[in-house]
């Protein structure tokens, strides 16, 4: 495996699988409702449009593969944790299993939802890619990344907050997280254009 696609495969699973234990809280951003796992869901689309340019779209979903074992681990020690008799002296099991408890739901619905906006962006930037001949690369990345952003937000957000937040609102989210998630990549794009074209330079042989 080259050194670099081990580093990018390393971060994604590292961002996958914070997000999955803090993108449980709705928070509000200038007045604005989304997750407070927005931003690192955002990290992990860019590296998803990085290793899909450079290494493939079967690449792309390797690493998505290796992602989902790590949440599905870190879950796991989560809920064993829920069960296990806290001390005498540690008052705050029911804040614990109150958060982490709602991890397995999390990590399923964010699993879902990863592989789905995942695929679809990996999907997107490997069909325009064929299309447009290998040129484009920013476009590509914006492109796909709008298509796999909707579909990510629709697919965790309305099962994940369903009976909990009314419909309008959970709509009202999604949209406002895929516009968020999409700035902050669109404000990125020229870092990962240029990392992109240098490791494309350096391989010598750009998939």
């Known amino acids: 495996m080259p050194r670099a696609l081990l580093f990018m495969a390393i971060a994604f699973a590292v ?6 234990f803090i993108d449980m809280k709705p928070v509000l951003v200038f007045g604005f409702p989304i997750t407070a796992g927005t931003v690192l869901i955002a990290c992990s689309y860019i590296l998803s449009d990085a290793i899909t340019e450079l290494y493939g779209r079967k690449a792309m979903l390797d690493v998505l593969k290796f992602a989902v074992i790590m949440q599905l681990f870190s879950v796991a020690n989560a809920q064993l944790g829920c069960y296990m008799t806290p001390t005498p002296d540690w008052h705050m099991n029911e804040a614990y299993v109150s958060i982490l408890g709602q991890a397995p739901k999390a990590a399923i619905l964010s699993a879902f939802a990863f592989y789905c906006g995942t695929s679809t962006n990996a999907f997107i930037m490997v069909w325009l890619k064929e299309k447009w001949k290998g040129k484009y690369f920013p476009a ?3 492109l796909s990344t709008i298509g796999g952003e909707f579909v990510d937000g629709f697919a965790y957000v309305l099962p994940f907050f369903y009976g909990i937040l009314p419909l309008t609102e959970q709509v009202a ?8 998630k999409c700035c902050v990549e669109f404000f990125v794009l ?18």
């Open 140 to 142: 590509r990345a914006a």
């Open 15 to 20: 961002c996958s699988n914070t997000y999955n």
């Open 173 to 180: 989210m999604v949209c406002t997280i895929c516009t968020f």
């Open 190 to 207: 020229p870092i990962t254009n240029a990392v992109v074209s240098k490791l494309k330079g350096a391989n010598n042989d750009g998939v």
